[in-house]
C-alpha cells in the first residue's frame, strides 16, 4: 500500500463519502537515541494538571496527592496540584503525548505531486527496464522451466512496446491497457513462435510521447 501524496488545495474524501480504508506503514531512521517518554509543555508547582492524564517527573523529587516521585516516574494525576520538595526545582512535570511511544513529526509537502512536470517525465525513463536481461534458459523470472517471459518494468497504463531485432523486423507489439506497471513478453513473435538466441530492441512509447529504446538479449539456450 503506497502512501496517498496530495498536492496544494486537494483533499482526501472523508469515509463518509467513500474513501476506502487503507493502512499506511512508514519507517524512518533517526540520529538521535529514542527517548522512552514524549511528552508536551513542561508545567511547575503553580500550574494546573489534568485530572485522568499521566505526566512525566522532569525534575524531582515532587509530592502528587500522598506520594513522593523522583525525576524519571511517571504518575496518574488524581487531581489537578503538585508540590516540589526542591524549591529551586523548575520545570518539574509534562503531560506524556501519544501513550508514552516515541513521537516525531516530518513533513510531506514536498513531496506532493506536480503535474505535467517535465524533469520528472525525464528521470521516469531511467526507471524503466526490462527484466532478467540477459535471459538465459530457466532464468530466475520466468513463470515455469520452458516457458520463458520476461517483463517490462515501470511503465504507466498505456504505454506501448515495439520489440524488433536489431535489422528493424518487428517481432511483437504490447500494450499496458490496466494500471499495472509492468508489461509481460512471452519471447515469441507475430506467429507464435520463440525467438532464437541473439539481440533485441525495445521500443518503449509512453502515453507522454517520451521514448525511450531498451536492449535485450536472449542467451544460447
Known amino acids: 500500500m503506497g502512501l496517498p501524496l496530495l498536492a496544494d488545495s486537494f483533499e482526501l ?5 467513500g474513501l476506502v480504508p487503507s493502512e499506511v506503514k512508514i519507517r524512518i531512521n533517526v540520529a538521535n537515541a529514542i ?4 511528552f508536551g509543555e ?3 508547582f503553580d500550574e494546573n494538571l489534568e485530572v ?8 524531582g523529587p515532587i509530592k502528587h496527592d500522598t506520594t513522593n516521585y523522583v525525576r524519571g516516574n511517571v504518575f496518574k494525576a488524581i487531581k489537578n496540584t503538585i508540590e516540589t520538595l526542591d524549591l529551586d526545582s523548575y520545570n518539574l512535570v509534562a503531560k506524556v503525548v501519544n501513550k508514552g511511544l516515541p513521537l516525531y513529526q516530518f513533513s510531506l509537502n514536498k513531496l506532493a505531486p506536480i503535474a505535467n ?3 520528472a517525465s525525464y528521470n521516469a525513463l531511467d526507471q524503466i527496464m526490462v ?4 535471459y538465459y534458459a530457466y532464468s530466475l523470472g520466468s513463470r515455469l522451466e520452458g516457458y520463458p517471459e520476461v517483463k517490462i518494468t515501470n511503465i504507466p ?4 512496446v515495439s520489440i524488433y531485432t536489431v535489422n528493424g523486423e518487428l517481432l511483437k507489439t504490447l500494450k499496458a491497457d490496466t494500471d499495472v ?10 506467429q507464435n513462435n520463440y525467438v532464437a538466441p541473439g539481440i533485441y530492441l525495445m521500443h518503449v512509447q509512453l502515453p507522454n510521447g517520451r521514448e525511450k529504446i531498451l536492449k535485450w538479449v536472449k542467451a544460447s539456450e
Open 52 to 59: 485522568g492524564e499521566e505526566y512525566l517527573v522532569l525534575a
Open 157 to 160: 497504463m498505456g504505454t506501448v
Open 13 to 17: 474524501k472523508p469515509m463518509a463519502d
Open 35 to 38: 527517548e522512552r517518554y514524549s
Open 117 to 119: 512536470n517535465q524533469l
Open 131 to 134: 527484466v532478467p536481461n540477459p
Open 181 to 190: 506497471p509492468h508489461l509481460i513478453w512471452n519471447t515469441t513473435n507475430l
Open 42 to 44: 513542561s508545567l511547575n
